[in-house]
């Protein structure tokens, strides 16, 4: 058993400095899925997760009860919205966008769940709640260059997918609702065009 729980420590001090995005590169089987699990369980705010961390070395420091179940954490896979045959990537942005649209809403307070849920685009969504909800919000995104070596020749793709990665961390949004983005993958950072990813 190895204990990966001070990667915790490092992302609380972090998000405390107002470094809340990142993204980690590693070879695969790498442990880079079974990570990404540990941080959901740690930050989201969907139950009591003590009991799996208080023997862990980061209930010793001392941000570990400040951030413990404290986000609404959205957690995305990204090879899961790939169809088997969607060559082209068609239904691709569609279905993540459509899922990832369901997620948000499920995370909001009861009483804004049903006015956001008549939000027409990502975009109206993620305006929505910006202005009228404080939530924080945890992104866990595993896989996340999954699209650029699937679809490699498929330019749209990419930059749609770019696109929404910039909405969700480059906005109004991502300055006042993510508190944290963490994604993996196998694949560097490089430059698309005039976007970053």
Request: proline fraction near 3%; aromatic fraction near 16%; hydrophobic fraction near 35%.
């Amino acid at each position: 058993f190895v204990d990966k729980s001070g990667i915790i420590s490092f992302l609380n001090k972090s998000m405390e400095n107002a470094d809340r995005y990142y993204c980690f590169i590693r070879p695969r089987r790498f442990g880079k899925t079974y990570t990404s699990h540990m941080l959901q369980a740690y930050y989201s705010d969907q139950g009591d997760s003590h009991a799996l961390f208080d023997s862990l070395n980061i209930a010793k420091d001392p941000s570990y009860q400040k951030h413990i179940n404290q986000y609404s954490t959205i957690f995305l896979t990204i090879s899961d919205y790939v169809r088997h045959d969607d060559q082209n990537g068609e239904s691709f942005m569609q279905d993540l966008v459509k899922d990832l649209m369901r997620k948000l809403c499920q995370k909001l307070p009861k009483e804004f769940q049903e006015q956001a849920s008549t939000q027409v685009n990502i975009n109206d969504l993620l305006r929505f709640i910006c202005y009228n909800i404080p939530s924080k919000f945890v992104f866990i995104i595993d896989e996340y260059d999954f699209v650029f070596r699937h679809f490699e020749n498929n330019e749209k793709v990419q930059e749609q997918y770019i696109m929404l990665l910039t909405l969700l961390f480059k906005s109004s949004f991502g300055t006042s609702n993510v508190a944290l983005a963490y994604m993996t993958g196998i694949l560097p950072i490089k430059r698309y065009n005039n976007q970053s990813y």
